[in-house]
């Protein structure tokens, strides 16, 4: 049992906001995006990457279109200020990409750090020192003036370094870090006073970045705080207010996009929620939210797997399956309700229509996934699933009541081996069961030939291994074909018989198994609903060929072995 918690914790505290105004707000456009990656995320890997890794993981987030990237904490190592001078000195950053890097609000970090921007076209001086009470009273012992002026003093000489660089573009970015956990009133004034150090206008503006370095409360409490501040800061007109979640409390996701409602225009994270702890809001996530919402994030995601590898790479964490957007699973349905659903949304979808697909909150497509992936058969699925991966990958589209027959046939075989099946396996169980019988009855050939104004034919079939040729007259190929059984003593009844063609996805197999079906003749399928006289059961037998009288024939013969049970659906390995 936990223990009592109102014993050991305090609630934190309402924020006294009266007539707040971000709840009514709805978030219109993309904010500022600053990717902390290199820093925030690698800092917290078990072994950070080397330089060929974050190279490529720059390289990466310059292409997903991050014109803000936090590259280093070049004070912390030689490692990382050694990055930050090749980035530069080889040529490696766009014009239109700003670099960020993190000092602590210290005389010799400080100096270090603008150091290793020498040369930079445009560059972000990152300090932050903490305000909180337990960091004044605990760790560093000092009062609020004198943190206060830690911060202005660290800003005066970033001010003083900066101004005899001046062939680069220099802005400042200042965190109150624990802002979260500060006193309002004391946040503002040590944001006032650093934006003052600077010179803060307009034309100059000053990032007060305020992040939850720590969740402490609820997402509305954030977003109060962030409200509280974009109402009382001296200099709004020339301060861009910036946010930098963490996710203790599981919640980043929600407090950034309530924080911009609430006035933050800049947003600081990482790909998949890395970072310390549980990590950095996710702006992979936040992004596509936006997307989903009709918003265009402004960041280029539509190859969301080649971000998921890349970022596996280089940080050498995986992507949870489950993760939003990106997960390996998240676009699946193994449910057999889900299946259904989402199978008749294909169908109803208008491709000139807005997205309004059952379980589906974007179109798996516009982030470069395959609908391969969207519906996965195990033995929770049920006839949507099962069909959905034949008629996508093989091109059979399968009247209702053969639906809910083959899906027992393929519920029988994950019951039986209890695993997940994918889209060939459902295949090679299709092909055994109706196809390509281990049966009584094998076709062999047909022969059309009219007979007192009826049709007649003249079957080839091989009976329990004997060749046999039956003759019979009807109202149609089908109807003469039923006659000709009866000459075997096979007596079947049709109820129920459907023809289409098939239109096989590139570049799947075909279904006849002759490789590719580009070039091929057109393949028809008939599906044909048979019964044994006297009893009420039936089965499906199925054909395929590029004749659909052939085809038909042979959905007869299929159905008549399995009507008579001499056919047991096979089962796949």
């Not at 009062?143 to 400042?172: H, R």
């Not at 503002?188 to 305020?210: F, R, S």
């Not at 019988?437 to 050939?445: D, G, K, L, R, T």
């Amino acid at each position: 049992m936990l223990k009592n918690p109102a014993t050991k914790y305090r609630a934190f505290p309402a924020i006294n906001l009266p007539n707040r105004q971000w709840p009514s707000q709805t978030i219109t456009h993309a904010p500022i995006w600053m990717s902390t990656d290199l820093r925030d995320g690698n800092q917290s890997l078990f072994e950070p990457m080397n330089g060929e890794r974050k190279m490529q993981m720059f390289k990466m987030l310059c292409a997903i279109g991050f014109k803000e990237i936090e590259v280093a904490f070049p004070s912390a190592s030689q490692t990382d200020f050694d990055f930050v001078r090749t980035l530069i000195e080889d040529g490696h950053i766009p014009d239109d990409v700003t670099i960020i890097v993190l000092t602590q609000a210290r005389e010799h970090l400080i100096r270090r750090t603008v150091e290793s921007l020498r040369g930079a076209k445009k560059a972000i001086v990152h300090v932050y020192n903490a305000t909180s009470q337990p960091f004044r009273d605990v760790v560093f012992n000092m009062s609020k003036d004198e943190v206060v002026t830690m911060a202005v003093n660290a800003v005066a000489l970033i001010k003083e370094l900066t101004a005899a660089q001046p062939d680069t573009q220099w802005q400042l970015e200042y965190s109150p870090e624990t802002f979260t956990a500060t006193e309002l009133d004391f946040a503002k004034q040590v944001c006032d006073a650093v934006t003052e150090t600077w010179g803060a206008t307009p034309d100059n503006k000053v990032i007060l970045n305020l992040p939850a370095t720590v969740e402490v409360a609820t997402p509305n409490v954030y977003a109060d705080q962030i409200e509280w501040m974009h109402r009382y800061l001296a200099r709004r007109d020339s301060v861009i207010i910036s946010v930098h979640p963490h996710n203790d409390r599981g919640t980043a996701v929600a407090a950034t996009e309530l924080a911009l409602m609430a006035g933050a225009e800049r947003v600081e994270g990482c790909l998949f929620g890395h970072g310390e702890r549980t990590g950095n809001v996710d702006l992979v996530t936040l992004a596509l939210n936006l997307y989903s919402q009709g918003i265009s994030p402004n960041l280029d995601f539509s190859d969301v797997n080649s971000v998921a590898r890349t970022v596996e790479y280089c940080t050498q964490l995986p992507v949870h399956p489950r993760h939003p957007y990106v997960g390996d699973l998240v676009f699946t349905a193994f449910s057999g309700s889900h299946q259904d659903a989402i199978k008749k949304g294909f169908s109803a979808q208008q491709a000139d229509s807005y997205w309004n697909m059952p379980y589906l909150p974007i179109d798996p497509a516009d982030v470069g996934r395959s609908y391969d992936s969207v519906i996965r058969v195990n033995s929770q699925s049920g006839k949507g699933g099962v069909s959905y991966l034949l008629e996508n990958s093989y091109g059979i589209v399968m009247p209702r009541r053969l639906q809910v027959e083959f899906s027992g046939v393929v519920q029988q075989h994950t019951d039986q081996h209890g695993c997940e099946v994918n889209a060939n396996d459902i295949w090679q169980l299709f092909d055994q069961t109706y196809l390509n019988q281990q049966a009584s009855i094998a076709y062999q050939e047909h022969h059309l030939f009219e007979h007192d104004k009826q049709q007649g034919i003249r079957l080839v079939l091989t009976i329990d291994g004997t060749t046999q040729i039956l003759t019979g007259h009807g109202n149609g190929p089908i109807d003469a074909s039923v006659n000709a059984l009866q000459h075997a003593g096979i007596h079947i009844q049709v109820r129920s018989y459907e023809e289409r063609s098939i239109n096989i996805p590139s570049p799947q197999p075909s279904p006849t198994g002759r490789g590719s079906n580009e070039g091929s003749h057109a393949q028809a399928s008939a599906f044909i609903e048979v019964s044994q006289h006297g009893l009420t059961t039936s089965q499906y037998g199925v054909g395929i060929d590029s004749n659909i009288i052939t085809a038909s024939v042979k959905a007869l013969i299929s159905g008549a072995n399995r009507v008579m049970g001499q056919n047991l659906a096979s089962k796949v390995g």
